[in-house]
């Protein structure tokens, strides 16, 4: 049995649309411990209170994997680059459609949120995807994080945020991911 840690980002309350639910339940069928959050203040969110959160769940047992989307792939660059409990001992981790910095400073319930300085070695496995068009990244994911960071990185065509917006419902590729870490990552079928 592997553990799961799901983070969604800002704006989102877990709609049973979403691929991020979709994959939960999947995961859940399937016999592994899934810890899928509802993080505080979803439409107006603190950095240090999700801090906090993300803090609780590694220290209740770190998860073998953590998959985190939109602004909690940033949440988790901040956990990394403040020495976090717990983030060295996850076996691995998907950053999904990380936004960025200029388009956090846009809206101020999520300017906080914007990424430390990269001047740190993420502590395990990881690997970036996002939308080669995705709106909210206008710069691009390899650019902003993926090079800097020298992370493996997967930009898939025309999949935007890879929200619901963008057709992110059911997302099989994510869940082969999760269940072997040498499948491709592909845009959903």
């Known amino acids: 049995m592997t553990a799961y840690l799901i983070l969604h980002g ?28 509802q993080l505080p203040d979803p439409d107006d969110p603190d950095l240090e209170t999700w801090l906090g959160e993300l803090a ?16 909690s792939a940033v949440l988790w660059l901040h956990a990394v680059a403040r020495g976090t409990a717990g983030v060295a001992d996850v076996d691995r981790v998907l950053l999904v459609s990380p936004p ?6 846009r ?17 395990g496995p990881t690997l970036l995807v996002a939308g080669d068009d995705d709106p909210y990244c206008p710069e691009g994911a390899r650019t902003l994080y993926g090079d800097p960071l020298d992370l493996p990185t997967r930009l898939l065509p025309g999949a ?21 870490p040498a499948a491709e990552l592909t845009s959903r079928p």
């Open 56 to 71: 609780r769940h590694l220290a209740e047992g770190p998860p073998h994997v953590v998959l985190a989307h939109s602004a």
């Open 100 to 105: 960025s910095a200029s388009v956090l400073a």
């Open 107 to 123: 809206y101020p319930e999520v300017a906080g949120f914007a990424p430390p300085p990269l001047e740190f070695t993420l502590p």
């Open 10 to 37: 800002w704006q989102n309350h877990r709609p049973e649309g979403h691929w991020q639910h979709w994959l939960a339940d999947r995961l859940g069928e399937l016999g592994h411990r899934v810890t899928y959050p």
């Open 160 to 180: 935007g945020h890879l929200d619901l917006d963008a057709g992110y419902g059911p997302w099989p590729a994510v869940l082969e991911w999760c269940l072997d």
